[in-house]
């Protein structure tokens, strides 16, 4: 049996990873690094098939990275962890299977409350 990925199992067909929203793309982001068994792969898929291009002709998040990130990683390696107190870090923490702290616990919560809340305001204006 195939399991499916986040983005494949969206309902928007993965308009959430194209998003130019800035809380979509945390989202989209979130759901990477949170539910995705393939982030690696699909990341590695991405920084293969982008090969030196430039942040404009990159698009959508791939293995948890905008196209700034992917081309930043391409050219100077990984970046700084991000820092508790973030979802990113939130995680983290899950992708570790370590228990997340306070402060990214928290993060996590309000990030899981807008975007509760965005759903709803979507779904008011359909
Ligand atoms: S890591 Fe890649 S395959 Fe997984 S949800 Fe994100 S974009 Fe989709
Ligand atoms: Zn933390």
Same mark, same amino acid.
């Given at each position: 049996?195939? &399991?499916?990925t986040?983005c494949q199992? =969206? =309902? =928007? /067909?993965g308009?959430?990873w194209?998003?130019?929203?800035?809380?979509?793309?945390?989202?989209?982001? +979130?759901?990477c690094? /949170?539910?995705c068994p393939a982030r690696q792969a699909c990341l590695d898929l991405a920084l293969t098939a982008e090969g +030196?291009k +430039?942040? =404009?002709?990159r698009f959508g998040i791939f293995g948890g990275l &905008?196209p700034?990130q992917r081309?930043?990683l391409a050219?100077?390696?990984?970046?700084?962890?991000?820092?508790?107190?973030?979802?990113?870090?939130?995680?983290?923490?899950?992708?570790?299977?370590?228990?997340?702290?306070?402060?990214?616990? &928290?993060?996590?919560?309000?990030?899981?409350?807008?975007?509760?809340?965005?759903?709803?305001?979507?779904? /008011?204006?359909?």
């Amino acid at each position: 049996m195939t &399991t499916l990925t986040p983005c494949q199992q =969206d =309902d =928007d /067909n993965g308009e959430l990873w194209f998003s130019t929203d800035e809380l979509d793309i945390i989202e989209a982001k +979130g759901m990477c690094f /949170n539910h995705c068994p393939a982030r690696q792969a699909c990341l590695d898929l991405a920084l293969t098939a982008e090969g +030196g291009k +430039g942040t =404009d002709s990159r698009f959508g998040i791939f293995g948890g990275l &905008t196209p700034r990130q992917r081309r930043q990683l391409a050219k100077h390696g990984p970046a700084p962890e991000a820092p508790c107190g973030t979802p990113l870090a939130y995680a983290r923490h899950r992708r570790r299977q370590e228990p997340p702290c306070h402060a990214c616990c &928290t993060a996590e919560a309000a990030r899981a409350q807008e975007r509760k809340a965005r759903r709803k305001q979507r779904a /008011n204006a359909c």
